[in-house]
């Protein structure tokens, strides 16, 4: 029983407790997180009173959302009501939020039990959780070898089973990256939908929340729960409710898939090249039309996407007073410190315009391409995870979000699924990127070919 | 644009972070291969393109929500209107 669904199922039916299902995954936390670290803060007590209330509920005979009852995890940069939301940062370190922020607060109301708060890169600012104050996570396939990040804590504890789903955040492939790395699905949501009112903001106009889960259909099943209109997040967009599950199973007959050609490039590993081709294979054995396309200028997305999202991230942080000089880590300092420099010298070299009008070109060029196609096969991240402390430059680190940057530059929606491993054991994951607000195409895309990834 | 130690100085200053000798070196050596990195963007003929949000003022650009607003608006709500 690993799936969002077969535990909803086993509650409602008795089969097991919600109680029961708690203390299971607090004693897995106990016994495994010690050498994974996937966790900052444990919530145990609080956990096992809210599994309780809900068994008390379902006792009562009250209908329940398939959530309640289901242990989950929240990255610390998500605010929590009287739990401490420390960002991986020791600045952070004693912060205690008096209020949850909506997406807490949605997971709260449809009866979710919150295990704890999940380790992350400092602010979300890296590709492989090293950053964290908290220490390093590791990857549940292979101690020793990064998560992912900035999620990697939420990803590793999906995949290490310490946590049925975890909730994430996604400014450059934070979600994808990770999930790939660990072999669990991430999903990235059009920005706008799900509100971010309560999340410590990376760069504002490229952060989105979106779920970490073992398969599709409970990406579908959180995704219910969590993207909702709020007011108090001014990108919020009020749209009608979307049916996820409805058309999961729907399969892709007819549809028309998109493979960038400019993705088969030098860095991108044989294994990972080998996976997504197999899943175009699959994707046209079930009668979808696969098709090679070209985005020029996709090879402009990473240098833009630092150039911003460091200016956001430097305006951001600029409101966290304290001691900076020791408050701070290296990462983030040096992001900081790229922002400060374009901001400074914008009128000498304006990077800045250049990067804006660089993000409309690329925006364009995909959404184009998505006018014509109903999604996009591309690989997660160029390779498998790599070993920690590696000797990988800056700009190396940066090029793993090669194939993740171009949604949260065009604010599309986006999920990686688990999709075989190379010969070292470690997951692959392959992506989908879809049209705004075309998240119930990519979950039945992205099922059709979870579930049916052996038949080639 | 190569960064320089005047400018490393000028810029921690203002982002409220002290670096002694050791780091003002280490974060040289790093920003340098980043906006080496940036570099590559000013080969791209963008004369024709108006970004959807823009800032006039170089020194508050981002505290200037209402663009990002705008941003959003063209990109995200207008679609939406069309399907809705």
Request: hydrophobic share 25%; charged share 25%; aromatic share 10%.
């Given at each position: 029983m690993k799936t969002i669904y077969e535990m909803s199922q086993a509650i409602k039916s008795g089969e097991i407790t919600s109680y029961e299902l708690t203390q299971r995954y607090l004693e897995r936390i106990k016994m495994h997180n010690p050498e994974?670290?996937?966790?900052?803060?444990?919530t145990a007590e609080a956990a096992l009173a809210k599994a309780t209330a809900i068994d008390e509920a379902l006792a009562r005979g009250e209908v329940l959302s398939p959530l309640a009852g289901v242990p989950m995890s929240l990255k610390d940069n998500i605010c929590t009501k009287g739990i401490r939301t420390t960002c991986g940062s020791k600045i952070l370190e004693a912060f205690v939020p008096d209020e949850d922020a909506t997406v807490a607060a949605l997971l709260d109301e449809a009866g979710a039990v919150l295990l704890g708060k999940v380790n992350m890169d400092e602010f979300g600012?890296?590709?492989?959780?090293?950053?964290s104050y908290f220490g390093k996570v590791h990857n549940p396939s292979q101690r020793g070898r990064i998560p992912g990040g900035s999620s990697g804590g939420s990803a590793a504890a999906v995949a290490a089973e310490l946590s049925a789903y975890s909730i994430g955040t996604d400014t450059g492939g934070s979600i994808r990256q990770p999930a790939a790395y660990c072999g669990v699905v991430g999903m990235k949501p059009t920005?706008?939908?799900?509100?971010?009112?309560g999340v410590v903001p990376l760069a504002m106009s490229f952060d989105q929340v979106g779920p970490l889960t073992q398969d599709v259909r409970d990406a579908a099943l959180v995704l219910d729960v969590i993207a909702k209109h709020d007011?108090?997040?001014?990108m919020s967009v009020d749209k009608k409710h979307t049916?996820?599950?409805?058309?999961?199973?729907?399969?892709?007959?007819g549809m028309r898939i998109g493979i960038p050609k400019?993705?088969?490039?030098?860095?991108?590993s044989l294994e990972v090249r080998h996976e997504v081709l197999k899943a175009a294979q699959i994707l046209k054995d079930q009668g979808a039309i696969v098709e090679e396309i070209s985005?020029?200028?996709?090879?402009?997305a990473i240098p833009t996407y630092y150039m911003i999202t460091c200016t956001e991230a430097s305006a951001g942080l600029s409101v966290l007073e304290g001691n900076r000089t020791e408050g701070f880590g290296k990462q983030v300092k040096k992001r900081i410190l790229l922002g400060s420099y374009v901001k400074t010298y914008e009128g000498e070299y304006p990077y800045y315009q250049q990067a804006l009008k660089l993000r409309q070109l690329i925006t364009d060029e995909l959404l184009e391409v998505l006018s014509n196609y109903d999604a996009i096969l591309a690989p997660?991240?160029?390779?498998?995870a790599f070993e920690m402390g590696?000797?990988?430059t800056p700009v190396e680190m940066y090029l793993s979000d090669i194939y993740t940057v171009s949604s949260n530059i065009a604010g599309t929606p986006a999920i990686s699924i688990p999709y075989g491993c190379d010969a070292k054991g470690l997951p692959i994951g392959v992506q989908l990127v879809g049209g705004h607000f075309e998240e119930a195409k990519l979950l039945r895309i992205a099922r059709c070919l979870e579930q049916n990834k052996n038949q080639i | 644009m190569k960064l320089t130690a005047k400018r490393l100085e000028c810029i921690a200053e203002k982002a409220a972070i002290d670096l002694n000798k050791q780091e003002e070196q280490y974060y040289l050596d790093e920003l340098n291969k980043i906006i080496d990195l940036f570099e590559?963007?000013?080969?791209?003929?963008?004369?024709?393109i108006t970004p959807y949000y823009t800032t006039e003022h170089e020194q508050d650009?981002?505290?200037?929500t209402y663009a990002l607003k705008a941003w959003v608006s063209e990109y995200l709500m207008m679609p939406l209107s069309v399907l809705e």
């Open positions: 994974l670290n996937a966790y900052i803060t444990v600012m890296g590709s492989s959780n090293e950053t920005y706008g939908s799900v509100s971010r009112h007011p108090k997040d001014k049916d996820y599950i409805k058309t999961l199973e729907d399969g892709v007959k400019e993705y088969f490039v030098e860095g991108l985005t020029p200028h996709i090879q402009y997660t991240t160029p390779t498998t590696g000797a990988l | 590559q963007i000013k080969e791209v003929d963008t004369e024709q650009f981002l505290e200037e």
